[in-house]
């Protein structure tokens, strides 16, 4: 087992009632995937449109402006969530295990947005399919970093179902606040 998993699945169970608790479990693990920045998005069954995106970068906040450009343009073209939505809950995806160089060189997601604040490789999994919207959580790395290989698919494979898990029980518990 990874020496990491136990602090990060912590954190990530503290944030069921705690949100900066889960936050900071994901940013513990992007930094554990080498990765620069992480996001949450929920897309709306019935349409396939944005419900919600949540999005942290390691150095900084992410601009506000780049946010609501991917919401209003480039998520509609984003070349990853097709393939996400054909995986069960929990399953991991490698962007460079499903796309070829002139995919990350042509598609908009990449060539335009991804590459406009520094950042290319995802590692992704959708964590939870409800009845109305489906969530994923994504982390990226820097354009100059090479893609995650077999440490971070091994780390990814053994938080995953703690991170399905516990996103499950915050939803739960978001659910019976309300």
């Known amino acids: 087992m990874h020496p990491a998993i136990g602090p ?7 944030g069921v009632l705690a949100p900066q608790a889960w936050t900071q479990g994901l940013q513990a693990l992007s930094d554990q995937l080498d990765a620069h920045a992480f996001h949450q998005v929920a897309i709306r069954r019935d349409d396939q449109s944005l419900e919600s995106v949540v999005a942290a ?7 506000p402006d780049k946010l609501i450009e991917f919401e209003n343009h480039y998520a509609a073209l984003d070349v990853r969530t097709p393939v996400l939505q054909g995986l069960r809950e929990g399953q991991l995806m490698l962007d460079h295990e499903h796309f070829s160089r002139a995919t990350f060189e042509r598609a908009p ?29 994504g982390f990226m790395r820097h ?28 939803w739960s518990a978001a659910e019976l606040a309300t």
């Open 109 to 137: 997601i990449y060539a335009e947005f991804l590459a406009s604040v520094d950042m290319r490789h995802t590692a992704a999994l959708p964590l939870r399919d409800g009845e109305h919207t489906r969530d994923f959580l």
């Open 8 to 14: 990060i699945t912590a954190m990530l169970y503290d």
């Open 57 to 63: 970068v390691s150095s900084a906040p992410p601009p």
């Open 143 to 170: 354009a100059d970093q090479r893609p995650y290989g077999a440490r971070e698919r091994n780390l990814l494979i053994q938080i995953t179902p703690h991170l399905v898990r516990a996103h499950r029980l915050r």
